[in-house]
């Protein structure tokens, strides 16, 4: 069994100090838990993410404390030896500190080692607490998907000087008020770059370059399983819709032939039951 991957392990692994890169994917329920765990993941995100790739809404929204709850309980009872980090969904650290951590506490009594959550300067206040409640919290700035009715859609952020400089500002208030780790989602790489020097903690990039000292990506888009266009960061290593889609159908035509189910996959009587029952020839 590989060691347990924990939250001091992440806070240190800085490639820049000799560290491998950190590898995070998402996952939502057990066998994705198992598949991450397995291929020898660090750390496995209950991302919002499962709002678009598994529940069928348009955007992470939707999601409620309770499903993250559920989907990380999931991925919990495989016991992984990956660092299990629940997200804290939208309105949910936003209206008090106190609401913050009893929501946090939820995702933590589900299973999760840590939370994170999303934005910059605006959210240091519900850090310090989730922290002083000995909760870790991952931060998450650049493109947050939360913010998308406020950001005009899902843009890349830190294009220009100023807003470089701005998230290199944050992710370092982020970092003081105690993250753990840093997520940098949707900028240009040497703004990536800048803020993975700027601070003492990890960061992980998504659509952030090479720089960053570990990536993420959601489970469904690197194994093909979603249909929809995807980002240029994307990579995809299979093309699990298009196999599921060709094994389902070919079960659908061994049921309409007559091929499926054959003899050796049906049970079989006792001795004698089928005289018994007048079933003759059968067995
Ligand atoms: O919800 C999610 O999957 C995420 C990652 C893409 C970072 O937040």
Partial sequence: MAQRCTVPVVRERKVARGGDPLVMLTAYDAPGARMVDQAGA???LVGDSVAMVVLGYDDTLQVTVEDIAHHTAAVARTHPSALVIADMPWMSYHVSTADTVKNAATLIRAGAQAVKLEGGRRRIP???ALVSAEIPVMGHIGLTPQSMNAMGGYRVQGRDAEAALGLVDAAKALAHAGCFSIVLEGVPAPVATMVTEAVEVSTIGIGAGPDCD?????????LGLEQRIMPKFVRRYA???DLGVAALTEFAGDVRSGEFPEPAECYRLDDGAADALGLYGAA
């Fill in 42 to 44: 660090d750390m496995i």
């Fill in 126 to 128: 519900m850090i310090e």
């Fill in 214 to 222: 570990g990536q993420v990506l959601v489970f469904h888009d690197v």
């Fill in 239 to 241: 093309d699990l819709f």
